[in-house]
Nanobody, 121 residues
Framework: VQLQASGGGLVQTGGSLRLSCVLS????????LGWFRQAPGKEREFVSA????????YYTDSVKGRFTISRDKAKNTVYLQMNSLKPEDTAVYYC???????????????WGQGTLVTVSS
């Protein structure tokens, strides 16, 4: 399995970005998919996740109401729509996959490369 993330960039406070992550190599529909982020000098944070069917999602409190995770089976892609961005959202964002329970961050064992999101104040 390989994951390829894209969509990061520089945006002003209040702006929006959509991150994408394409999964290749194995059956997309088997995997729970998640987004993590790591800001400079901070630990990695579990941001959002979606189960293999796409009918159950998780969001960390700081992004609830602003971020939306979704998945497209036809495109083998998971998205993270980020609205009302804040400077504290600045981080490298990583997508990851798991065959186990999608709400447990320690269960993710396949990782994509990061994509940098910078929110200017």
């Amino acid at each position: 399995v390989q994951l390829q993330a894209s969509g990061g960039g520089l945006v002003q406070t209040g702006g929006s970005l959509r991150l994408s992550c394409v999964l290749s190599g194995r059956s997309f529909s088997r995997f729970g998919l998640g987004w993590f982020r790591q800001a400079p000098g901070k630990e990695r944070e579990f941001v959002s996740a979606i189960n293999y069917r796409g009918d159950n999602t998780y969001y960390t409190d700081s992004v609830k109401g602003r971020f939306t995770i979704s998945r497209d089976k036809a495109k083998n892609t998971v998205y993270l729509q980020m609205n009302s961005l804040k400077p504290e959202d600045t981080a490298v964002y990583y997508c990851a996959a798991t065959l186990l329970y999608f709400r447990e961050p320690e269960r993710y064992d396949t990782w994509g490369q990061g994509t940098l999101v910078t929110v200017s104040s």
